[in-house]
Each structure stands twice: as structure tokens, then as C-alpha cells.
């Protein structure tokens, strides 16, 4: 059998009983049958992909991790609100191997001393500080073209469908993960990036993430990751690695409801403890 056959002659030409989903694949000829994937399928015929630090994460992406040669979109409640503590496990390894994170547009400053403690030294940060949407679309897009090594985070709380959809055709031929950085409200928004996921502080030290795109079936629930930063974990005694049970129920509401960091509020709570 050709391995050019359509899929739809393939399965037919393939005896097999019931409709032409259920077909007997092992009927197929090897070259035609390597080259079809299911949908509900996670892991097979998936580009390379970085660990992303977190075993139940990685057990939900297709090719177990940040995956290489497309877009992610990480969606937030605020900026420079959890992308470090979501991304460090993964990117600290890229480093570790020679890579360098590559910035466009962060809406702050990255802090050196507390990303060195989260495994990434400043010497493998490089920061470009485009101002303007046009600026950091046109960076973003130059760096996925260059093919580096390492890691491309993008800051782009403005870009369009149309502009997104550009980026991921550049990123199929880019051999580093791509991120890209947009406020939590976008989740409306139709999006080309095969992997889109919404990420949120909880109240004792972990981090919410919500999978709203894949390839492969979809997700259901939320996932909940142990995510203390730094070198707290070496510190803090079994009673303040749940802070909030040292909250009132109307602040965790509070915190829970709007999506922001538990860390400010707890911090204020353990001083008057």
C-alpha cells in the first residue's frame, strides 16, 4: 500500500468491522500506520519536550513536558505573579546544560539573588526591554527565528489572535520551548497555542493550574503543585507550611476569589502570630 494513500482509502482498504474509527490499525502498512495519531492520544508522535519539574504536570502534557516547536500560553491573574515558580523546575535544567532564558518585555525588573535561589543565575538571563507591543512581537518572533539555546519567555498581554498564530508557525521550526505570557481575562480569546493553561497561587505554598488547551483529549479539574520558593522549604515548620489555617475564612475567600498570591497575606498573619 502507497504511504501516500489517503487515510480515508487506508481504512477502507483495511479489513476491519464497525465504523471506520475502530479500524484495525495493524492491518495498515508500517510506513502509513506510523504516521496517524489519535486525538485522545497524549504522547505519541509529539515533538521533544522539557520536563517541567512536576510529575503530575508532566503526566497531563502531551510528550511529558514543555513541549518544543510550538507555543505555550501561560495565563495569570497578574503579572510576574507565578511564572518563575511554575517555570523554574523546568528551565533550571536548560541552564544547567548551557542554555540561556531568553526575556522580551517582563513588566519588571527580574530580581537576580531570588531567581539564582529558584536554580537560574543571573548569567543565564538575557533581557530585552521592548517597550511597545509592535517591539516585543517583532523580538519575540526574531529570537524563535534564530533557533537558540535554551528558552524564549515572552511578555505579550496585547498580541492578537493573528499575531499569536504567526509566532506559533515560526515556533515548529524552533527547537527551544516558547512561552508566551497573557493576562488570565484572554482565556475568552480564540488561541493557535497548542498548549494553553491558567495558572494561580494557592493559600499553602502551592500552585493552581488549570489546562484549558491540549493536544490529545481535553483536561478536566485543576491541578494542585507543591511550589515552595526559594529555600523556604529548609525553614518553615510543619504549622506554617499551612498558612491558611492561620487565615480567617473571609481572607482566604478573599484570596481565592481574586487569584493572587497567598505569600502577602499569610506573611502579615505569621507576624502577628
Given at each position: 500500500?502507497?504511504?501516500?494513500?489517503?487515510?480515508?482509502?487506508?481504512?477502507?482498504?483495511?479489513?476491519?468491522?464497525?465504523?471506520?474509527?475502530?479500524?484495525?490499525?495493524?492491518?495498515?502498512?508500517?510506513?502509513?500506520?506510523?504516521?496517524?495519531?489519535?486525538?485522545?492520544?497524549?504522547?505519541?508522535?509529539?515533538?521533544?519536550?522539557?520536563?517541567?519539574?512536576?510529575?503530575?504536570?508532566?503526566?497531563?502534557?502531551?510528550?511529558?513536558?514543555?513541549?518544543?516547536?510550538?507555543?505555550?500560553?501561560?495565563?495569570?491573574?497578574?503579572?510576574?505573579?507565578?511564572?518563575?515558580?511554575?517555570?523554574?523546575?523546568g528551565l533550571k535544567a536548560l541552564v544547567r546544560s548551557g542554555g540561556h532564558l531568553l526575556l522580551v518585555g517582563p513588566p519588571k525588573r527580574p530580581h537576580a539573588a531570588g531567581l539564582a535561589q529558584l536554580g537560574l543565575p543571573?548569567?543565564?538571563?538575557?533581557?530585552?526591554?521592548?517597550?511597545?507591543?509592535?517591539?516585543?512581537?517583532?523580538?519575540?518572533?526574531?529570537?524563535?527565528?534564530?533557533?537558540?539555546?535554551?528558552?524564549?519567555?515572552?511578555?505579550?498581554?496585547?498580541?492578537?489572535?493573528?499575531?499569536?498564530?504567526?509566532?506559533?508557525?515560526?515556533?515548529?521550526?524552533?527547537?527551544?520551548?516558547?512561552?508566551?505570557?497573557?493576562?488570565?481575562?484572554?482565556?475568552?480569546?480564540?488561541?493557535?497555542?497548542?498548549?494553553?493553561?491558567?495558572?494561580?497561587?494557592?493559600?499553602?505554598?502551592?500552585?493552581?493550574?488549570?489546562?484549558?488547551?491540549?493536544?490529545?483529549?481535553?483536561?478536566?479539574?485543576?491541578?494542585?503543585?507543591?511550589?515552595?520558593?526559594?529555600?523556604?522549604?529548609?525553614?518553615?515548620?510543619?504549622?506554617?507550611?499551612?498558612?491558611?489555617?492561620?487565615?480567617?475564612?473571609?481572607?482566604?475567600?478573599?484570596?481565592?476569589?481574586?487569584?493572587?498570591?497567598?505569600?502577602?497575606?499569610?506573611?502579615?498573619?505569621?507576624?502577628?502570630?
Amino acid at each position: 500500500m502507497p504511504s501516500h494513500l489517503p487515510l480515508h482509502k487506508a481504512l477502507a482498504a483495511s479489513p476491519a468491522e464497525g465504523p471506520p474509527h475502530l479500524a484495525d490499525l495493524s492491518r495498515l502498512a508500517p510506513s502509513v500506520a506510523k504516521t496517524l495519531w489519535w486525538a485522545t492520544d497524549l504522547h505519541r508522535a509529539e515533538p521533544a519536550a522539557v520536563p517541567t519539574g512536576f510529575a503530575a504536570l508532566d503526566a497531563e502534557l502531551p510528550g511529558g513536558g514543555w513541549p518544543c516547536q510550538s507555543l505555550t500560553e501561560l495565563l495569570q491573574p497578574q503579572p510576574s505573579l507565578c511564572e518563575w515558580r511554575l517555570l523554574a523546575p523546568g528551565l533550571k535544567a536548560l541552564v544547567r546544560s548551557g542554555g540561556h532564558l531568553l526575556l522580551v518585555g517582563p513588566p519588571k525588573r527580574p530580581h537576580a539573588a531570588g531567581l539564582a535561589q529558584l536554580g537560574l543565575p543571573a548569567g543565564s538571563l538575557v533581557w530585552f526591554a521592548a517597550h511597545t507591543p509592535s517591539e516585543r512581537l517583532w523580538t519575540t518572533e526574531q529570537l524563535i527565528g534564530a533557533n537558540p539555546r535554551g528558552a524564549i519567555l515572552a511578555w505579550l498581554p496585547q498580541a492578537r489572535p493573528e499575531q499569536l498564530r504567526r509566532l506559533q508557525v515560526h515556533a515548529q521550526s524552533c527547537d527551544c520551548p516558547v512561552f508566551v505570557f497573557r493576562p488570565e481575562q484572554a482565556r475568552r480569546d480564540a488561541s493557535p497555542a497548542p498548549l494553553r493553561m491558567v495558572a494561580t497561587f494557592g493559600l499553602d505554598w502551592e500552585l493552581h493550574v488549570q489546562i484549558l488547551k491540549r493536544r490529545g483529549g481535553p483536561h478536566e479539574g485543576i491541578l494542585t503543585l507543591p511550589s515552595i520558593p526559594g529555600t523556604l522549604a529548609e525553614v518553615l515548620t510543619p504549622r506554617l507550611l499551612r498558612p491558611s489555617q492561620l487565615m480567617t475564612q473571609r481572607d482566604a475567600n478573599h484570596v481565592n476569589a481574586l487569584g493572587r498570591a497567598a505569600e502577602p497575606t499569610a506573611r502579615r498573619h505569621l507576624a502577628s502570630h
